[in-house]
């Protein structure tokens, strides 16, 4: 059974850092695009990054670009999104997601989620 499970999220000044990572069982570590998404309050869920399987491609959207960095580490099953230079409006709630899809340089996915981790930046 797929599982997700994200870890790393808390409270940051503006600027700061933080490192999310996101524990996947083996079979899902190995067979899909990972990625990360993110909802603020009163928004819809967005893409943020994703990586291949094989860690070879990564995908952002441009707010994150040169801020953000997504990498795998296939001897833990994990997937990291190294976040730095946070701003206020990278504050929401981000997933972890498997099984994603790129079209147009953004990702979306049906699942499996993992049931989220607070990111808070406070200006």
């Known amino acids: 059974q797929a599982q997700l499970v994200e870890s790393g999220g808390g409270l940051v000044q503006a600027g700061g850092s933080l490192r999310l990572s996101c524990a996947a069982s083996p079979r899902t570590f190995t067979t899909y695009d990972m990625g990360w998404f993110r909802q603020a309050p009163g928004k819809e869920r967005e893409f943020v990054a994703a990586i291949s399987w094989s860690g070879d491609a990564t995908w952002y959207i441009d707010s994150v670009k040169d801020r953000f960095t997504i990498s795998r580490e296939h001897s833990k099953n994990t997937v990291y999104l190294q976040m730095n230079s946070l701003k206020p409006e990278d504050t929401a709630v981000y997933y972890c997601?498997?099984?994603?899809?790129?079209?147009?340089?953004?990702?979306?996915?049906?699942?499996?989620w993992g049931q989220g981790t607070q990111v808070t930046v406070s200006s």
């Open positions: 997601a498997a099984n994603v899809a790129i079209l147009g340089g953004i990702g979306t996915s049906q699942g499996p």
